[in-house]
């Protein structure tokens, strides 16, 4: 890697970390589905939006798509928790990763 360009590394780097925040998203909503009780089932369209949303975030040509479902997904995830009497900074961190992926793609092309 001595070779690479500074840009060229930042494209790997952000590449690595997009995948790891898509299979964390996906694995948490994969969760949250298993877990769900009859009493939270409106739960479980929301995991599935965020599944289908973060898939969309990891390819290019779907990622801003992929962006605008996760923080719809994130904010209302948030409006439900910060009900239930929580705060949900989690989120915050998640949409704020979400949107980093997204502009640091487009500053590296």
Same mark, same amino acid.
């Given at each position: ?10 494209v790997?780097v952000l590449?690595?970390? +997009?995948?790891t925040f898509v299979?964390c998203? &996906?694995? %948490?909503s *994969? !969760?949250?589905?298993?877990?769900q009780?009859?009493?939270? #089932?409106?739960?479980?369209?929301i995991?599935?939006?965020?599944i289908?949303?973060?898939l969309?975030l990891?390819? +290019?040509?779907t990622?801003?798509?992929?962006? &605008?479902? %996760?923080l *719809? !997904?994130?904010?209302l995830?948030?409006a439900i928790t910060? #009900?239930s009497?929580?705060w ?13 992926i ?7 092309r």
């Open positions: 890697m001595p070779n690479d360009s500074p840009n060229a590394s930042a790997r590449g690595a970390y +997009r995948a299979g998203i &996906v694995a %948490l *994969v !969760v949250t589905i298993a877990r009780s009859s009493a939270h #089932a409106h739960i479980v369209p995991a599935i939006t965020e289908v949303a973060a969309l990891l390819f +290019r040509p990622q801003r798509a992929g962006l &605008v479902g %996760l *719809v !997904v994130f904010a995830a948030g910060v #009900a009497g929580q949900p900074f989690h989120l915050v961190l998640y949409a704020a990763s979400a949107v980093t997204v502009l640091l793609d487009g500053a590296t």
